[in-house]
T-cell receptor, first 113, second 114 residues
Framework: DVKVTQSSRYLVKRTGEKVFLECVQD?????MFWYRQDPGLGLRLIYF???????EKGDIPEGYSVSREKKERFSLILESASTNQTSMYLC????????????FGSGTRLTVV | KNQVEQSPQSLIILEGKNCTLQ??????????LRWYKQDTGRGPVSLTI?????NTKSNGRYTATLDADTKQSSLHITASQLSDSASYICVVSAGFVGNEKLTFGTGTRLTIIP
């Protein structure tokens, strides 16, 4: 059974802290994504990666960066956490090409105080 | 601007009853449409995926329809169970192979009561 694992289910961080959200997939997928999910807004794409060392900005990249040093791992970094980054963060992966669904992780609920 | 609108925002039905959730989209060029189920505190899980040429697809008690002319999709749940309580998200993919962009609806929150 394919799996996308996010290292933390819940996180509480202070304003200004540097925050790392980790995501690991065991399906050898090239494509990985980070989304945030807020009530009434749906999922919004932060960053994605089509391969190791590659990264592309999504719709809302401000305040975030990513790292993909290995194929199976895609990390989201909040350089200096702010209260408006309190959200549910979802990692996803999929094979290349069309017609494939995304496999999502269970999410990390981040609260910035 | 690509948009996906879902209705209703929330729905409460009795266990055993049927229900239908709606999804209207304005996305171009259309590639495919997916329905996801998201349990509280969990990530979304794919239920169905439909391409332009498909107008019905079933997955157990879930049946999705697609009308590409009117740009509408529906998800019909038959004989609902308590475990169907979740948010259901419609996701439309636009673009071409290697350059797809997803647009997410805000979901329908379904509650099944005994």
């Amino acid at each position: 059974d394919v799996k996308v694992t996010q290292s933390s289910r819940y996180l509480v961080k202070r304003t200004g802290e540097k925050v790392f959200l980790e995501c690991v997939q065991d399906m050898d997928h090239e494509n990985m994504f980070w989304y945030r999910q807020d009530p009434g807004l749906g999922l919004r794409l932060i960053y994605f990666s089509y391969d190791v060392k590659m990264k592309e900005k999504g719709d809302i990249p401000e305040g975030y960066s990513v790292s993909r040093e290995k194929k199976e791992r895609f990390s989201l970094i909040l350089e200096s956490a702010s209260t408006n980054q309190t959200s549910m963060y979802l990692c996803a992966s999929r094979p290349p090409g069309s017609g494939y669904g995304y496999t999502f992780g269970s999410g990390t609920r981040l609260t910035v105080v | 601007k690509n948009q996906v609108e879902q209705s209703p925002q929330s729905l409460i039905i009795l266990e055993g009853k049927n229900c239908t959730l709606q999804c209207n989209y304005t996305v171009s060029p259309f590639s495919n449409l997916r329905w996801y189920k998201q349990d509280t505190g969990r990530g979304p899980v794919s239920l169905t995926i439909m391409t332009f040429s498909e107008n019905t697809k079933s997955n157990g008690r879930y049946t999705a329809t697609l009308d590409a002319d009117t740009k509408q999709s529906s998800l019909h749940i038959t004989a609902s169970q308590l475990s169907d309580s979740a948010s259901y998200i419609c996701v439309v993919s636009a673009g071409f192979v290697g350059n797809e962009k997803l647009t997410f609806g805000t979901g329908t929150r379904l509650t099944i009561i005994p």
